[in-house]
Every structure is written in structure tokens, then in C-alpha cells.
């Protein structure tokens, strides 16, 4: 890139404050106006200790920034699925083969604070309680709503980091429309708390993510590094009993938790006050067919893609972003050139963890705790020893690789028809014809070694 290397990015959540460090660590000069206040003097606007799954994908983006040692330090190793039945033993499902293969639960506001603290060392200009309200595209300035009244910036060009609610977007829309569409997911979804146990340890297994699996809904837990538990209840908005239409009260939320998820009363004292208390959560998938404007603005993160939390990919999806524009901008000559690249690299593979992340909901609450899918898990990690280039689990490609979304999804397609045609009928792998199944992997899966 030649010319003024300057760029303003609006959120200075995840992908703004990492983008704003990879960016100055290239030799960028970058201002950050985030409309919240420092989260390091405040205390995390976030308030509830949420946390969030961190895969490899995003893992390698913060390698880049030089962080990932830093943010492993406060994560909690999963090693895979502990799944709770309402009937039978709970046991876990491991995601990978080993634990070099593991995901990892990490605070947002620990993250959050991490990532700032590394923008400002990499010489990054922050500015918080500042919220972008217009942008004059002709005359490249921009209107920030903050404490003292509102303040006009000029820019050479603007990064929107500013999530799913994007302000930035609403402005290039006004500018110059484009397709913009919001599916809602007809779920929604409620946190809840399960503490320490009175010595001070985690009360359920600590290096897991739990799965109660019931079919239309679900809970999950995810462990925090003080050794609480984030519950999250994902059900129907509306309709059928349980859904949050019908289950609206605390005394409800309860009778609901006795029937379905009566293993995890004693774990969550809180029950009804949290159910009271914390709001019901939307959930949507964001579909844009254009993620800038000309060289004056570009959209990253959950402002681009936003969507069902399900593979656990959003954050890991949006760090993906980062480095490719950070690359793009530094190889290209201009910087409308480098916003079209990265829109052509990252536009199909986020529609494709868009659409993985709808069908993992449905793996998740319906499948996990099946014969039949266990039968076709069970192959699925045969035919990986069997042909270790061409066979890999779908959950291993999301998760474990950095192969493109879309040839992750393209391959899993074709693994799921030999998986279940392979697996029709049987009850154990023994019957399965693995002679057959060997040949349609030979045929209809070229080898991955390009992509590792
Ligand atoms: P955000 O992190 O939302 O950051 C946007 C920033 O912009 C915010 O700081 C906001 O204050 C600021 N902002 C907004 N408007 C303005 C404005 N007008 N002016 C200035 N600043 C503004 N992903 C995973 O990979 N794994 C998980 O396990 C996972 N769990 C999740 C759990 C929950 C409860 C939720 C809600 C999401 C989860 N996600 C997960 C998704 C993940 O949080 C998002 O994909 C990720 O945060 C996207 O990063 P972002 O920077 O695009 O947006
Ligand atoms: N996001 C996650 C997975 C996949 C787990 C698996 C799923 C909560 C609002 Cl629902 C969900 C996953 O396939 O076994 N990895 O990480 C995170 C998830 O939900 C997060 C915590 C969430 C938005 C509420």
C-alpha cells in the first residue's frame, strides 16, 4: 500500500481492538472510537461473566498479534462434549483426537481488555464514549455522540467493527444501498449462573462444554476461570410448550428446570431470581451482498456476518476477517482494491459458518445423544484413521483447521451422505461396509494437504 497509511475504526469491541493491532503492528497510524466507556476504568460494561469458546481460527489470528500465549493463560480447556440425557449416564464426546485438539472458554471482558491494552502498546489511538452517529461520505467526516456533545473527525477511510447493530452500515446503506437482510432465529435464549461449590471448585467438570440435548431446546454450560459456570437455555420464542412465550415467569422457569433439567437444580441456586432478572436474548443471521463502500468504508465482524451462536464461530469467524484485511490492505496498491479482496476472500466463507452454524443447533439439541449419530461420530472417526488426507470430521475442519468455511462445508456435505448411507439400518460399525464406504471416499474426496 502506498499513499497515507492512516485508517479510523468504529468498536473497539474484538475485532476493532485486534484489526487496530494488527494494523499498527504493519505500521498503520489507527484511531478507535468506541462508543462504550475503557472497560480497564469502568469494569466490563458487559456485567454477567460471560464467556466465549475460542477455536483455532481465532487462536491464530491472536498468534499474529503476538497474544494467543497471553489469552490461553485465563482460558479453561474443553475437551469436548459432556452430555447430560434426561435418562441415562452423562459422558463426554470428545471434539478432537487428543487434547492438542480442544477448544478453549475465555472471558469476554478479560479478552476485551487484553486486546486494548495490546492496540495501545502497538501505538493505537483509543477514544471511548464516543459513538459514531453520521458520516458525511463526500466530505469524509464523521459525527461522534460523546460525553462533552458531539465532535466531527475527518478520515481517509472507515472500519466498521461496530457489531451486529452497525451503525457504519446504516450510513453506507443511506450512501449507496445494497441488499441487507436479517433472519431471525425463532429461538431465543436465557443465561443463568452456576457458582462455586461451597470449597470453591467447579461443581461439574470443568473442562467441558456441557450439552442437556431435549430435542426442540437445549442448555449449555461453559466453564469461567472463577470456576463459575455460564448456563445458557436456548428454546422456541413462541408456540408449543416449553417456549419463552409459555415459560415467562420465574415460578415457571422452575417447574420448566424440575421436569427437563433436574440434575442441574442443585447446581443453580439462583435459578429464578436469574431467570428473572437477565433478558431474553434474539438471535439472527445477517446477510449483506456487499461489505464496502468504494475506498472510503468496510465492514468486519458482526456489522459484515452476524450470526447464530450454534458453532461457537462468531468471534473465531470475525478474527478470521481481521488478519485478511490487515494482509489485503498491506498487499494491495489502493485501498479500494484491498476492501474488494477481502470481500471476495471472506464473503463466501462467512455465508458458510452462517449456514453451519443454523444446522449445528439442531446437531446440538436433537442429535448428540442419538444411536444413529453416534453410529455415524463413530465412522466418521474411523474413515478419519483410515484416510487421514481426505477424511476429516466436519466439527475438526470448523474447528481445528483454518481451511476455508466454504470448503469445509462443500466437503462436509459429501462426508454426511457417505456417513448416513454407510450407516442405514445398521446398529453397531461392524456391520458397516467399509469397503464401500473407502471407495467413495477415494472418489469424492480429493485430498486436503493444500489447505492444512
Ligand atoms: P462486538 O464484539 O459486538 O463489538 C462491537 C463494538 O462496537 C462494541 O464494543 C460496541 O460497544 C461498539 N459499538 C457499537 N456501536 C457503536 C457506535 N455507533 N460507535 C462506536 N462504537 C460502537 N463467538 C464465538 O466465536 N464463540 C463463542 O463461544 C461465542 N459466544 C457468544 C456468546 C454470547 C452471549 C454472544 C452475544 C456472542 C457470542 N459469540 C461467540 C459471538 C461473538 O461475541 C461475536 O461474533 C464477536 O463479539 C464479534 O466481534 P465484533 O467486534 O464484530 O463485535
Ligand atoms: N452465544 C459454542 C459451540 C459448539 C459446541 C458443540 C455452541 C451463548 C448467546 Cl450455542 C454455542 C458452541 O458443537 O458441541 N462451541 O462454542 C458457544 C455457544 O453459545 C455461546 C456460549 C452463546 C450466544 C449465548
Known sequence: MTGAKHLTIVGGGLAGALLATLLAQRGWQVDVYEQRSDPRVAGYAGGRSINLALAERGLHALKQAGLDHRVLEQ???????FVHPLEGEAHLQRYGRDDSEVIWSISRGELNITLLNAAERAGVHLRFDQALKSVDFKTKRARFDCLGGDQEVSFTALIGADGAGSSLRGQMHAELPFEERTEWLDHGYKELE???SESGGFRIEANAL???????????????DERTFTVTLFMPLEGAYPSFQQVSTPDAALALFEAQFPDTLPLI??????FGKN??????????DRWHLQDKAVLIGDAAHAMVPFHGQGMNCAFEDCVSLAEHLDAADDLEAAFQAYSAERMPNAAAIQQMALENYIEMRDKVDDAAFLLQRELELTLQARHPERF?????MVTFMRIPYAVALARSDIQRDILIAATRGKTTLADVDLATADAQVNEQLPPLTAHA
Request: glycine fraction near 6%; charge should be positive; charged fraction near 15%.
Open 279 to 288: 433478558p431474553v436474548g434474539k438471535l439472527a443471521t445477517l446477510y449483506l
Open 210 to 224: 456441557h450439552i442437556w440435548p431435549r430435542g426442540h431446546y437445549m442448555c449449555i454450560a461453559l466453564p469461567n
Open 269 to 274: 441456586p439462583k435459578l429464578k431470581e436469574d
Open 392 to 396: 476429516v470430521p466436519h466439527y475438526t
Open 75 to 81: 482460558a479453561v480447556m474443553m475437551r469436548g462434549r
Open 194 to 196: 452456576i457458582p462455586p
